[in-house]
């Protein structure tokens, strides 16, 4: 019976280890290879996006100890080309607070003066979350480009005795001469700005809030200038703030076109227009890399909702950020729009497919071009004329899930962009159910650029105009590209795809 016992309890373990095993492959290959995700554990935030000495450094809300949200640090990787990343040491742990999300600045002149004044300083403002008691803002200073930190001792540096406060984001004003710091007030839909010297020592210059989306809190704000397309040296200011997304119950970002004059920052719009960043669901929390010296400035968020971020079915981590994108803004019909273009120019993928000036009505697959969702890929679509229902890039399964797809495309009758993810694979939420869509931009052609990157897909429609990021979680190994054009004639100018 002893034996008996052995042979069953050995059986069982093997059993669960083989499980185990086989989980893990079946996720890896929804592990993105052009978007950062950590080896293991969950991840969520964005933190202290800088660049410095040749690295892009991305700090980011972390768990150590598991892939649910718990025990929040800030995880560290690195990367020189914004597409391969470097995972480092856990960067700030857990004390008595969680070290919640903020921003690292460069103190190039040492006015903190905090650290070893012959060494680059990094400081790092972030939010310290007392359970049961409130949010801080603290800070921490590095003077080996971020892979050890020492809390300063007379923390907090900010502190106004409320529950919720959080989400530094610190930048510095040359008009002004002085460091600005956009901050949260969640609960109120208020953003305060603070002005600053030293780093330390931080006044009070002005609030904005209760205009634009107040459904959901308001956090992870940021304040930069962007310029505008096709006007040399024309720059407006824009306020970005994490709250209610596009759809009731979900979570986005949206933000705000205005001035800035080193005190107030003033909406140009009514307080009633609603501007979404994103018109997924997938696409939260972004802010821009400090210390970049680009026209134009650059910013990635985390690719995920917290309506199901719990449910992502990956092992061992869960969670992952979007692609880098360049941001400005463009002159439309309807006033200023927000612009984003991936960063780097994907100029690693490899031609996979070309097609040009051609016809399609009904659907029609490109050729017996197969792929494995293990790769990763960059479509581009371009349309001249339709007088079809709907058009678009149908992805679907290959053999025994040859019902699973995803359709990307848009609606001529609606006027709309669209992501269908209704049959895209692994439903893990009834989110997936509900289609992603975004209006139409008056006078800016229909073309498409689709970043397909396993589990990732990202479009960006109408020259950037228009961007709509969603998960997917496919369950074949392989699939195929179609082209759908519902009941009438599609002239498509032309179909591009890269690989990797």
């Given at each position: 019976?002893?034996?008996?016992?052995?042979?069953?309890?050995?059986?069982?373990?093997?059993?669960?280890?083989?499980?185990?095993?086989?989980?893990?492959?079946?996720?890896?290959?929804?592990?993105?290879?052009?978007?950062?995700?950590?080896?293991?554990?969950?991840?969520?935030?964005?933190?202290?996006?800088?660049?410095?000495?040749?690295?892009?450094?991305?700090?980011?809300?972390?768990?150590?100890?598991?892939?649910?949200?718990?025990?929040?640090?800030?995880?560290?990787?690195?990367?020189?080309?914004?597409?391969?990343?470097?995972?480092?040491?856990?960067?700030?742990?857990?004390?008595?607070?969680?070290?919640?999300?903020?921003?690292?600045?460069?103190?190039?002149?040492?006015?903190?003066?905090?650290?070893?004044?012959?060494?680059?300083?990094?400081?790092?403002?972030?939010?310290?979350?007392?359970?049961?008691?409130?949010?801080?803002?603290?800070?921490?200073?590095?003077?080996?480009?971020?892979?050890?930190?020492?809390?300063?001792?007379?923390?907090?540096?900010?502190?106004?005795?409320?529950?919720?406060?959080?989400?530094?984001?610190?930048?510095?004003?040359?008009?002004?001469?002085?460091?600005?710091?956009?901050?949260?007030?969640?609960?109120?839909?208020?953003?305060?700005?603070?002005?600053?010297?030293?780093?330390?020592?931080?006044?009070?210059?002005?609030?904005?809030?209760?205009?634009?989306?107040?459904?959901?809190?308001?956090?992870?704000?940021?304040?930069?200038?962007?310029?505008?397309?096709?006007?040399?040296?024309?720059?407006?200011?824009?306020?970005?703030?994490?709250?209610?997304?596009?759809?009731?119950?979900?979570?986005?970002?949206?933000?705000f076109v205005g001035d800035f004059d080193?005190?107030?920052?003033?909406?140009?719009?009514?307080?009633?227009?609603?501007?979404?960043?994103?018109?997924?669901?997938?696409?939260?929390?972004?802010?821009?890399?400090?210390?970049?010296?680009?026209?134009?400035?650059?910013?990635?968020?985390?690719?995920l909702n917290w309506a199901y971020a719990?449910?992502?079915?990956?092992?061992?981590?869960?969670?992952?950020?979007?692609?880098?994108?360049?941001?400005?803004?463009?002159?439309?019909?309807?006033?200023?729009?927000?612009?984003?273009?991936?960063?780097?120019?994907?100029?690693?993928?490899?031609?996979?497919?070309?097609?040009?000036?051609?016809?399609?009505?009904?659907?029609?697959?490109?050729?017996?071009?197969?792929?494995?969702?293990?790769?990763?890929?960059?479509?581009?679509?371009?349309?001249?004329?339709?007088?079809?229902?709907?058009?678009?890039?149908?992805?679907?399964?290959?053999?025994?899930?040859?019902?699973?797809?995803?359709?990307?495309?848009?609606?001529?009758?609606?006027?709309?962009?669209?992501?269908?993810?209704?049959?895209?694979?692994?439903?893990?939420?009834?989110?997936?159910?509900?289609?992603?869509?975004?209006?139409?931009?008056?006078?800016?052609?229909?073309?498409?650029?689709?970043?397909?990157?396993?589990?990732?897909?990202?479009?960006?429609?109408?020259?950037?105009?228009?961007?709509?990021?969603?998960?997917?979680?496919?369950?074949?190994?392989?699939?195929?590209?179609?082209?759908?054009?519902?009941?009438?004639?599609?002239?498509?100018?032309?179909?591009?795809?890269?690989?990797?």
């Amino acid at each position: 019976m002893k034996n008996l016992h052995s042979s069953i309890v050995l059986i069982f373990s093997l059993l669960i280890i083989a499980n185990h095993v086989w989980g893990q492959e079946s996720t890896e290959t929804w592990r993105p290879a052009l978007h950062f995700s950590p080896k293991k554990n969950w991840t969520n935030d964005p933190n202290g996006l800088i660049y410095f000495n040749g690295y892009y450094h991305l700090f980011f809300q972390h768990n150590p100890s598991g892939n649910q949200w718990g025990n929040m640090s800030w995880g560290h990787a690195k990367s020189k080309d914004l597409l391969h990343w470097e995972e480092l040491p856990v960067a700030i742990p857990k004390d008595s607070a969680y070290i919640f999300s903020g921003c690292v600045v460069l103190d190039k002149d040492h006015v903190s003066g905090l650290g070893d004044p012959k060494k680059p300083l990094f400081v790092a403002i972030y939010t310290a979350d007392f359970p049961n008691k409130g949010e801080e803002q603290h800070l921490a200073y590095s003077n080996d480009e971020g892979l050890t930190w020492v809390k300063y001792e007379m923390n907090p540096i900010l502190n106004i005795h409320l529950k919720d406060f959080r989400d530094p984001n610190v930048f510095w004003h040359e008009p002004s001469k002085q460091f600005v710091m956009v901050v949260s007030k969640p609960k109120e839909f208020i953003i305060q700005l603070y002005g600053s010297k030293n780093l330390i020592r931080w006044d009070l210059l002005s609030e904005f809030g209760q205009q634009g989306d107040v459904e959901k809190i308001w956090e992870c704000p940021s304040l930069l200038q962007l310029p505008v397309e096709g006007k040399v040296g024309s720059k407006k200011w824009v306020l970005f703030v994490s709250s209610q997304g596009p759809y009731k119950d979900y979570v986005g970002m949206q933000y705000f076109v205005g001035d800035f004059d080193g005190k107030n920052f003033k909406n140009e719009n009514s307080p009633e227009t609603k501007l979404y960043v994103d018109h997924g669901k997938d696409f939260y929390a972004a802010i821009p890399f400090s210390n970049v010296n680009f026209e134009k400035p650059i910013w990635l968020g985390w690719a995920l909702n917290w309506a199901y971020a719990k449910d992502q079915p990956t092992s061992p981590w869960r969670g992952q950020m979007s692609s880098v994108r360049a941001l400005s803004l463009a002159s439309t019909p309807q006033g200023l729009r927000l612009k984003q273009v991936f960063m780097p120019k994907m100029d690693r993928l490899k031609p996979q497919f070309k097609q040009a000036n051609f016809k399609i009505m009904g659907t029609s697959k490109l050729g017996n071009f197969k792929f494995s969702n293990k790769k990763s890929y960059l479509i581009e679509l371009e349309v001249s004329r339709s007088v079809a229902k709907n058009w678009g890039i149908s992805i679907r399964g290959v053999g025994v899930n040859s019902n699973e797809k995803i359709d990307i495309g848009f609606d001529e009758e609606k006027k709309q962009w669209f992501v269908d993810r209704k049959k895209s694979g692994k439903i893990i939420h009834k989110g997936f159910l509900l289609e992603d869509r975004a209006d139409l931009i008056k006078g800016k052609g229909k073309k498409i650029r689709l970043l397909l990157d396993h589990s990732i897909l990202e479009v960006l429609a109408q020259d950037g105009l228009v961007a709509i990021s969603s998960l997917r979680f496919p369950i074949a190994r392989e699939e195929e590209f179609w082209l759908f054009s519902s009941n009438k004639e599609t002239i498509i100018k032309q179909i591009l795809i890269l690989g990797l």
